[in-house]
């Protein structure tokens, strides 16, 4: 599996969008970008995922370059519950084990 | 609707005990079942995963065992415990067989070993 970076830390104030960014440059073409969130003392959540296109649900939006190299999680109106870790990872098709990094500790300002 | 269940919620053991965590899924035929371990400030780690009843794979070695007994049973074992065993476990289960397919985490097992 590619190997993914990610800031350790952001802060958002609470209403405005959230932009996680995420670094993948030696994705390849197989390979699926996923987000995971983990609010603390609970397990991970998948928020997300996609391959190539941009994607979009209840919970958030991925925007993915056009060379797959690099990707965002946007958290389009984000709230205090949305304080977590977020994490990237970037698996094969049809492969489920995911190798989980230390992800981005965002906090919501109040 | 399907639901991960894991118990117990904390744990702590004294060291060179046995242990056993259990997991069990509802609402789903024949789902993978995964077993992570976090240590404090730490990623995820996968330790074992299974495609089926009494098929096993280790991902990192250890003192520590997993069985399937039943398709919707996930237990985790050790003999005896050791210090560097302490950690938050966690177990998960996803559909087979398709690419889009996410794990679904439990609610994890915060293990402390004195």
């Known amino acids: 599996d590619a190997k993914t970076t990610q800031p350790p830390s952001m802060d958002c104030a609470e209403g405005r969008a959230a932009n996680l960014p995420c670094n993948h440059s030696?994705?390849?073409?197989?390979?699926?970008v996923y987000w995971y969130r983990q609010i603390h003392s609970q397990g991970p959540q998948y928020i997300i995922h996609?391959?190539?296109n941009n994607e979009t649900n209840e919970m958030a939006s991925l925007i993915i370059t056009e060379d797959r190299k690099s990707s965002t999680l946007i958290l389009p109106h984000a709230t205090l519950r949305d304080t977590a870790v977020y994490y990237c990872?970037?698996?094969?098709?049809?492969?489920?084990?995911?190798?989980f990094g230390t992800g981005t500790r965002l906090t919501i300002i109040p | 609707s399907q639901t991960i269940h894991q118990w117990p919620a904390t744990l702590v053991q004294p060291v060179g005990s046995p242990l056993s965590l259990e997991c069990t899924v509802e609402?789903?035929?024949?789902?993978?079942l995964y077993w992570y371990r976090q240590a404090a400030g730490r990623g995820l780690q996968l330790l074992f995963y299974?495609?089926?009843?009494?098929?096993i794979s280790s991902e990192v070695p250890q003192n520590l065992s997993a069985s399937r007994p039943q398709d919707r049973q996930f237990i985790l074992s050790s003999k005896k415990l050791l210090l560097s065993d302490s950690g938050f476990y966690l177990c998960?289960?996803?559909?087979?067989?398709?690419?889009?397919?996410?794990?679904?985490f439990g609610d994890g097992t915060r293990l402390s070993i004195l």
């Open positions: 609402g789903t035929s024949n789902p993978n």
């Open positions: 998960a289960w996803s559909v087979p067989g398709g690419p889009y397919q996410p794990q679904h």
């Open positions: 996609g391959l190539k």
């Open positions: 299974s495609v089926g009843i009494g098929q």
């Open positions: 990872i970037v698996t094969n098709f049809g492969n489920e084990k995911l190798t």
């Open positions: 030696t994705i390849s073409g197989n390979e699926y």
